[in-house]
């Protein structure tokens, strides 16, 4: 276990009381910082605006307010959030709706412990987590969005920030779906210098996450070079 695990703060939100007591006590043992739990929509954001956890796992099916308006609430609030959606539905829909509303990430119930400890610790560090074949479907939804007529350009519009060659290089393999370990291991870098050109491109282009990275890379056709 990490020192970087034992500082990343999480908070569990699902309306089952024995499963969300069993995932909290999962990422508790694996040394993460569960800060709260909540077990509806309205109370899950006002304990995460209290607690400002740095991932959110939760659930969609919530009474009170739905998972997905939880999510697009609290991220448009404090856009450094990531949510990791803990979902028995494993529906297109759904999965579309909760990337749409700012989840970083989506993982079934079906996951087990090992495998949902690795999505959080991966989710904190800003990669987008799907259980297997969703993480396609969602950039095939960003392909065929990408596929419409583009906006028309105003003349009142700023110029495109320039990316350096490394951070171009960088985003071309985020568009193509690479985890940063993936990439690193491509551009023979490290881990964190991965991580650093992300973030610089992110503020460069006023973006908040790398789903929307990934969506902005598509749009520019860089997930075909």
């Known amino acids: 276990m990490s020192d970087v695990q034992r500082t990343i703060r999480v908070m569990v939100v699902d309306d089952h009381p024995m499963w969300r007591d069993a995932v909290a006590r999962d990422l508790a043992a694996a040394g993460f ?4 739990t909540a077990g509806d929509g309205p ?3 006002r304990r ?3 607690v400002s956890p740095q991932v959110l796992v939760l659930d969609l099916n919530l009474p009170g307010l739905p998972g997905v308006q939880v999510c697009k609430e609290l991220v448009g609030a404090d856009p450094a959030l990531r949510v990791l959606v803990l979902s028995a539905s494993g529906e297109h829909a759904d999965v579309l709706e909760a990337v749409k509303s700012g989840a970083t990430g989506y993982l079934l119930k079906s996951a087990g412990p090992e495998e949902l400890i690795d999505a959080v610790r991966r989710t904190a560090a800003g990669d987008p987590v799907f259980t297997p074949g969703l993480a ?3 950039l095939g939804e960003y392909r065929r ?5 583009a906006p028309a350009a105003s003349s009142n519009e700023p110029k495109a920030p320039q990316l350096t060659d490394r951070e171009t290089e960088v985003l071309r393999l985020v568009a193509k779906g690479l985890s940063y370990k993936q990439i690193a291991e491509r551009l023979v870098i490290s881990h964190r210098t991965v991580q650093n050109h992300v973030q610089n491109t992110l503020g460069k282009l006023q973006l908040h996450n790398r789903v929307e990275l990934v969506r902005y890379a598509i749009e520019r056709g860089l997930d075909d070079a």
């Open 33 to 36: 910082d569960v800060v709260a």
């Open 145 to 149: 969005l990408a596929s419409g007529p």
């Open 43 to 45: 109370q899950a954001v």
């Open 48 to 50: 995460a605006q209290a």
């Open 136 to 138: 396609g479907l969602v």
